[in-house]
Structure formats: C-alpha cells, structure tokens
C-alpha cells in the first residue's frame, strides 16, 4: 500500500496536459470486441481502471498490444462471450460494458457484477431493462449477469433514471441489433458522444448522441477503426479546483472548455478567472475567494464526479456555501476526514452546508474513493504542516500521476510506502 505526503501553503503554478477521460476509455475498450477487425485506441489514460479492463478483456481472448503507455491494438477475433469470475472484472464497474459488447455481438454472454462502491448502491436495473427491450433474457445468479437472445431488435427504450451507463450498455448492445432502437431520456455527458462516435468509426448508424434522444440503426458488421480518446474533463476540473484552492495560476492543456462550462462558472461566480483558449483553460484565483450554491445534476449540470472537490474549495472560500448532491445517496463520507482537518462542513441528508475557513492544518487522512482521494489531496495542499492521504490506491485508479503532475506545477507531495517512517522522515526533512 502506498501514500502521499503533502507538505500544504504552496500556490500551484505553471502548466499542465490532461489525459484521456477514464469514463469514455472504459466504454470505447469494451465496444471494441464488437469487431473481429483490430482496433487502435490512442490517448488512453494510463491509470489502473484501464490497465484491469484491458486484463480482463485478455482473458476473454482479446489479443492486447501495447503500442506505448497511451496507445493499444486490440484483436477481438479470438474474444469469446463468456467474461466469467475473475479478480479483474470484478475489480471495476466500468467492465460491465462488457455485457453489452457481448451480447451485443455473440447475441448470448455472462459477465461477473462487480462489487459495491462506496458512493452508494450502484444498480444496473435500467442496463436490464435495455437489454430485455432489445428482446434478451437477463438473470442475475451467483454474482453474474447473464443475458441470452435468440436475436437482437431495435426497440423504444425509456430510460427511467439519467444513467450514463445504462445509455452507454444499450448503445453497445443495439448497433448489431435488427432495426432501429430510439433510447429517450439518454445521458449527454461527452465520453457519451465519444463512445458514440467510435463507434459510428467502426461502422455503427448511431445519430443524436449528446442529446437525451439516441438512435441506433442497427448494421450487420463492424470494421476496425483507429480512434483518440478525448480529453478527461474530471480530471481538468480536479485541476482547476486544486488551483482555486491553493490561490494558484495555471494553463491546463488538452482540454474541450465546452465539457468544463459547469466548472469554470462556478469558478467565476466565486471570484477566479477562467479564460478559455482552444485546447486550454488558464485559472487564476485571487486570495479571498466567495460561496456560492452547487447542485449536482447530469451534464451539462454541475458533475457529481466534481462535487467532492468543489466543496473543498468552498469549505476553503468566505462565507457559507450549500452542495447538493442529488446522483449517489452516499457522496458525502469524506467530509469527516476534511473536519478533521479544521473544515466546518455539516452534511443533512444530500446537503452539505459548508461555512468557509480561513484556514485548515494537515492530518492523516484515509480515501474513501477516487473522487473523494483527489478532493483530500486539494485539502493537504491548502493545509498547514504536513497531511498523509491513504489508500491513493483509489486516486490511481482515475488520475494518470498524479502526483507528478502535482509537483511539476509545485506542490510538495510524494508518493510514499506507507507505513515507510523513514521515508515520511526524509521527505519532512527535505521540504523543511
Ligand atoms: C458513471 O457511472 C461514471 N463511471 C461515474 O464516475 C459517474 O459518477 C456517473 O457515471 C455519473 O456521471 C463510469 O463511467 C465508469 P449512472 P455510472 O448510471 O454509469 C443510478 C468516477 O468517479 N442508476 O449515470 O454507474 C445510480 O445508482 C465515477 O469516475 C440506477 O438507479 O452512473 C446513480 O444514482 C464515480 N439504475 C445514478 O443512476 C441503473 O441501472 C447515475 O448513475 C443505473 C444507474
């Protein structure tokens, strides 16, 4: 197990590249065993919720080339439909993409569920109802999901809730299917489009993607295709954040500004500045920033992905701020470990009521999530003294290094085994 220590107080400043979004990467990997052709994906994210999909597609028989850390091949001629029980899958929600994809192609598959998540229950109900529209046979037994269909057809699908999955599975499912399957109340997130557009790249009839409406022409075959993922947006407003937090002044590049327009308003409303270019974002944050209200919604809404984050910030800005979180029933568990630290945060039900401090100090902190380990970082990079955020296996899962992006803009972190004292002491000793 391994851990940052923070050493808080310094502004970040300079510049730096985002990688490719995690969230679109999962979707598009997974939609690649549709073809039997070879698919070439480029600006993958080299983060560990990859790295397991890519494990687990390998042993369903897909053959995985690593052109360099960004870049792969996949051959799926050789995939077969049965992604049964292993670590891998398991590991990660984003491998239930693969139901999709194989049911989607061999009309037949079972996958292993993965396992609870921490931000609340994580159902697949709307994932089902798509596939039992599309005319398959779904049960779930012994922890796996197992679908069967003598054949595809288009269908009217209604999504009860906003699901970015959901929307994302069924498109999977439906591009192979017979006729045409119209998806209402679809996700709009950009890996939406994305997944989307490869797709259409592989030879897919995919049209609306983007909109809440979707429809999917089904076509016989897929070809090979060489797609780029597109840029992370969560990880940009991470980047944004931390640089509002720490009074900073940085250019972040290979971004879509359009996909970071909830961001950078919030950001404005509380006094930074956000001047957007092409392919970049420049933040700048005066030292008294204000409160404002948030509410989390699906995009183009505020993203819940952000909210961890953007409640530090203003647990960090004058004057009291409300966050609602209205995706996940249970997003708020890292607020104790930021009260710890001095934070005067009070959460009632899916609000936080966040009465901003002058200042926070350091403490060891433990991650609950991913979103909520990036949100402590920011933390320990405001903080006086030195904080200890464990279980970064969490952050690594969705931020390529992290931490070394972090320095170069600055801050004073490392990446440490934990438990290593004498590495803890080295590091305190060298920042003073
Ligand atoms: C994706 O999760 C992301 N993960 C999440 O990011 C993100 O928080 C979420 O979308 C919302 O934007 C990946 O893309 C791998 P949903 P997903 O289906 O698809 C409920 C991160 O930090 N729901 O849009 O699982 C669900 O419980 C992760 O990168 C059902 O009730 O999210 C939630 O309350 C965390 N039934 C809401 O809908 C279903 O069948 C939105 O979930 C599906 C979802």
Not at 199 to 225: E, F, R
Not at 312 to 339: M, N, P, Q, W
Not at 398 to 424: H, M, P, Q, T, W
């Amino acid at each position: 197990m391994e851990q940052y220590v923070i050493k808080g107080g310094r502004p970040l400043k300079g510049e730096v590249v985002i990688s490719g979004a995690k969230n679109s990467a999962l979707g598009i990997l997974a939609a690649a065993v549709l073809s039997e052709e070879p698919v070439c994906i480029k600006n993958l994210p080299d983060i560990r919720d990859i790295n397991v999909l890519l494990h687990a597609m390998e042993n369903i028989g897909a053959v995985i080339e690593r052109l360099d850390a960004h870049t792969v091949k996949i051959y799926s001629k050789n995939v077969h439909p049965m992604a049964v029980d292993d670590e891998y899958i398991r590991k990660i929600r984003g491998s239930y993409y693969l139901i999709g994809a194989l049911l989607g192609r061999f009309k037949k598959t079972q996958v292993v569920l993965p396992g609870g998540c921490n931000i609340g229950s994580r159902p697949i109900d709307q994932h089902i109802k798509g596939f039992e529209a599309l005319g398959a046979k779904v049960a779930i037994q012994h922890g796996m999901v197992i679908a069967e269909a003598p054949e595809l057809s288009g269908s009217h699908i209604y999504l009860d809730i906003v699901s970015v999955g959901a929307t994302i599975n069924i498109m999977l499912a439906a591009c192979l299917a017979e006729g045409q399957t119209i998806l209402e109340n679809a996700a709009k997130e950009p890996h939406i489009v994305d997944v989307a557009n490869f797709l259409n790249s592989m030879g897919a009839n995919i049209k609306g993607a983007g909109t809440d409406v979707i429809k999917i022409n089904g076509v016989k075959k897929l070809h090979g295709s060489t797609y780029s993922i597109i840029p992370d947006q969560i990880e940009a407003g991470t980047f944004m954040l931390a640089a509002a937090a720490t009074r900073g002044d940085i250019i972040i590049h290979n971004v879509i500004p359009k996909h970071l327009e909830a961001i950078s308003a919030k950001l404005v409303e509380i006094g930074a500045t956000v001047d957007e270019m092409d392919d970049a974002v420049h933040v700048v944050a005066p030292e008294r920033l204000g409160h404002t209200h948030v509410k989390t919604l699906p995009y183009p809404g505020f993203p819940t992905d952000m909210q961890p984050q953007i409640t530090t910030l203003l647990a960090l800005s004058e004057g009291t701020s409300i966050v609602t979180e209205s995706i996940y029933e249970s997003r708020f568990k890292y607020v104790d470990e930021l009260s710890r630290m001095g934070a005067s945060i009070k959460v009632e039900g899916n609000t936080a009521i966040v009465d901003g401090v002058n200042r926070i100090t350091g403490a060891t902190l433990c991650a609950s999530d991913l979103r909520a380990g990036a949100a402590l970082v920011i933390a320990g990079l405001v903080a006086e003294g030195f904080t200890v955020v464990e279980q970064i296996e969490f952050i690594e899962r969705g931020y390529e290094n992290f931490e070394g992006k972090l320095k170069a803009l600055g801050a004073c972190i490392e990446k440490v085994d934990s438990g290593d004292e004498r590495a803890l002491h080295k590091f305190k000793l060298k920042v003073g």
